[in-house]
């Protein structure tokens, strides 16, 4: 690897905070409840979130919610590159469950759904990103 | 932050900062031990060096090797009396376990000549092997020996064998984790790549982080066989040399365990473009979840469920049965480092008990913020406990059960609380379904074991019933429940055979046609319709 492209990729890799506080605290009770339900779920049985660097983090976490997000719309999801393909395979596998254990889900219409994930995307960056106590998330290293 | 400061680490207190008691509303924002940092002086640790963590754990379980240490002899410790890795060719490398027995007068004069004469003689001796790793030490790492220069020259005399030098001397990291991350990045630099290995499947995979403890990797080998998939390499469990040597060829890393081989999936990632996807061979749900994924990933899901479905008939009533007796027992669930995660929802989940505490010996805090999401509210987590801890922790807690390693694992037993082995475990394998049920098996046996009860009675003094006999576990474990339980035709305990892994090492399995080949046959088709 050449000097420049080692010096993207560490610029790349360097901790930048997205969020300063919980971004659920101001929302509503029930975006709140809401989005609890699909958290829990995905610190009890998920290992996706919790990739040891936060650069990595943030890549896992807006490629498998963003698919979710898809997947739940009924949109087609491309998945050009087999990176692209395993963030789809635990897409599938979450939408499932939501689909399953929260069938209110079902009944939102797309733009909620998207609304809704992305308060998830949010609160799931500020517990295993922003707001972990975590100290090794700011490694740029593996 | 809710820090729990131990009595009798009051004199230490910097350790207040290594345990946390997740209360109510706490999340990974307010409630993590610190974590992977050197072992506070004055606390006398249960950890590994990082020497143990490159060798013991994550180098030696490959199978057709050689494995040597340069240092002295009593570095080599742990083999077949410690360690369960076991492999496909009668164990070899369980079985033989090899050291240079550095003495005082190799630190004064040098140990390289007797590195090169040890390697020769170890070639000599086992003439079919050809594979090698030599493992540095803190003795030889400390005078300087260039164990590179010594392995280049035998590779140069001795065409046809290949050496790997892995360079974790014992001092080289807080615990057994920097070694891991020291042989991962050594192994990726110095070996993935050198072979060309031979693709029969459409779908492949490395499967890493998997150590095949008491059959584990076979058992979830079978599975992936069963599916059509070649496993390329298994990182390392009964792993061969050659074939990690290979592993820059697959289409997908599976990972297991990733506190001690992230590092290569991630490496292989960064590399080769090869993905990760993180795995958990315990437990139904989550089992069956790592299989569908996998069968997602390459198009062939229908394969993966025609096996959950399979397996899940077959075993799932005698999960219920253990399930149904261990509601609410009180877990420990204390292991070195990943299994705090892979276990502590699926055992509360599916066989029904409570984790009380987690702890982690050499984990990181990526691991307690796995297992800390996974368990519930007054779990007490602590990182690299000592023994003192341990014991005010179970006087605190009051387990009914605690899984950890041995040395503490006999500890508890000497304050009455059953334990198994986390590490190296009881009766494995406890992954797959059939595992899953003889992990349930093992934990029902340890709390009910009428030993218990024996064991508190003191002959000297107390006195000794003769009116009645010994209670069974049945006995005590049944005493309560309800009858649709008890007399229950459906649930049962289990009804495997003692060893569940030997028959899969000659099993068939079923040919699925490549694509490639289909492609062809659907051509030859056109041009005969044509």
Not at chain 2, 228 to 235: E, R
Not at chain 2, 271 to 294: E, N, Q, T, W
Request: charge should be negative.
């Amino acid at each position: 690897m050449s000097v420049t492209a080692k010096q993207a990729k560490a610029a790349e890799r360097k901790y930048q905070p997205i969020y300063t506080s919980n971004p659920l605290a101001d929302c509503d009770p029930l975006t709140q409840e809401r989005v609890g339900q699909l958290e829990n779920y995905i610190m009890k049985h998920c290992l996706w979130q919790f990739n040891s660097r936060g650069w990595d983090r943030r890549k896992q976490n807006a490629g498998i919610l963003g698919k979710t997000a898809q997947l739940l719309c009924g949109e087609p999801v491309d998945n050009p590159t087999p990176l692209e393909k395993c963030y789809w395979v635990d897409a599938v596998c979450l939408d499932r469950a939501y689909r399953e254990l929260f069938p209110w889900i079902t009944t939102l219409p797309a733009d909620e759904i998207k609304a809704l994930i992305k308060a998830l995307h949010a609160r799931l960056d500020w517990l295993t990103i922003d707001g972990s106590l975590n100290t090794e998330l700011i490694v740029q290293n593996y | 932050m809710p820090h729990h400061e131990f009595e009798c680490s009051k004199v230490i207190p910097e350790r207040k900062q290594h345990a946390v008691i997740k209360g109510k509303g706490e999340d990974l924002t307010s409630c993590l031990p610190k974590g992977y940092l050197n072992t506070i002086p004055g606390s006398i640790s249960e950890r590994g060096c990082a020497y143990c963590g490159a060798k013991h754990v994550i180098g030696t379980p490959m199978k057709d090797v050689i494995h040597i240490s340069h240092g002295p002899v009593g570095c080599t410790y742990d083999t077949w009396q410690t360690k369960r890795y076991i492999s496909d060719n009668d164990n070899y490398q369980l079985k033989y376990t090899f050291a240079t027995d550095v003495k005082e007068k190799h630190i004064v004069f040098g140990a390289e000549k007797l590195l090169k004469q040890n390697i020769l003689e170890a070639f000599k001796a086992f003439p079919k092997i050809k594979r090698m790793t030599i493992y540095q030490t803190c003795a030889t790492a400390l005078i300087g020996d260039d164990i590179d220069a010594i392995a280049q020259e035998v590779m140069d005399e001795l065409p046809g064998v290949d050496i790997f030098v892995c360079n974790s001397p014992g001092f080289a990291g807080p615990s057994q984790s920097g070694g891991h991350h020291k042989i991962n990045i050594a192994w990726i630099n110095q070996k993935v790549g050198t072979l060309e290995p031979e693709i029969t499947s459409d779908y492949v995979i490395n499967y890493v982080g998997e150590y095949n403890i008491q059959g584990d990797q076979e058992v979830m080998t079978d599975f992936f066989k069963r599916m059509g998939i070649q496993v390329l390499s298994t990182f390392t469990g009964n792993g061969s040399y050659d074939d990690l040597r290979g592993m820059h060829r697959a289409h997908l890393n599976v990972l297991e365990c990733a506190r001690s081989a992230e590092y290569i999936c991630d490496e292989l990632r960064e590399r080769y473009g090869i993905p990760r996807l993180d795995i958990d061979g315990f437990g139904f749900k989550a089992l069956g979840d790592s299989l569908r994924k996998i069968g997602l990933f390459f198009g062939i899901e229908e394969r993966a469920e025609a096996i959950i479905a399979e397996e899940t008939a077959r075993w799932q009533p005698e999960l219920d049965w253990y399930k149904a007796r261990l509601q609410g027992k009180k877990v420990c669930l204390w292991p070195g480092g990943s299994k705090l995660w892979h276990w502590a929802n699926a055992i509360q989940e599916e066989m029904g008990v409570k984790v009380v505490s987690v702890y982690t010996k050499f984990g990181h805090q990526g691991d307690m913020e796995k297992g800390i999401s996974r368990c519930g509210e007054g779990a007490l987590a602590i990182d690299d406990p000592n023994e003192l801890e341990g014991l005010e922790a179970l006087e605190m807690l009051k387990p009914d059960v605690i899984f950890t390693g041995k040395r503490p694992g006999e500890m508890a037993k000497k304050v009455g609380v059953p334990y198994l082995n986390a590490h190296a475990y009881h009766n494995g394998p406890y992954k797959g379904y059939e595992g899953w049920v003889r992990f349930a098996r093992d934990i029902y046996n340890a709390i009910y074991s009428p030993i218990h009860q024996l064991a508190m009675v003191d002959i000297s003094k107390d006195a000794i019933p003769t009116d009645r006999g010994f209670v069974t576990r049945r006995m005590l474990s049944d005493k309560g429940l309800p009858e649709e339980i008890t007399s229950s035709t459906v649930l049962s305990p289990y009804t495997g055979k003692f060893d569940s892994v030997s028959h899969l090492r000659t099993k068939t399995y079923p040919d699925f046609p490549r694509a490639a080949d289909t492609a062809g046959d659907a051509e030859e088709i056109i041009a005969v319709v044509e």
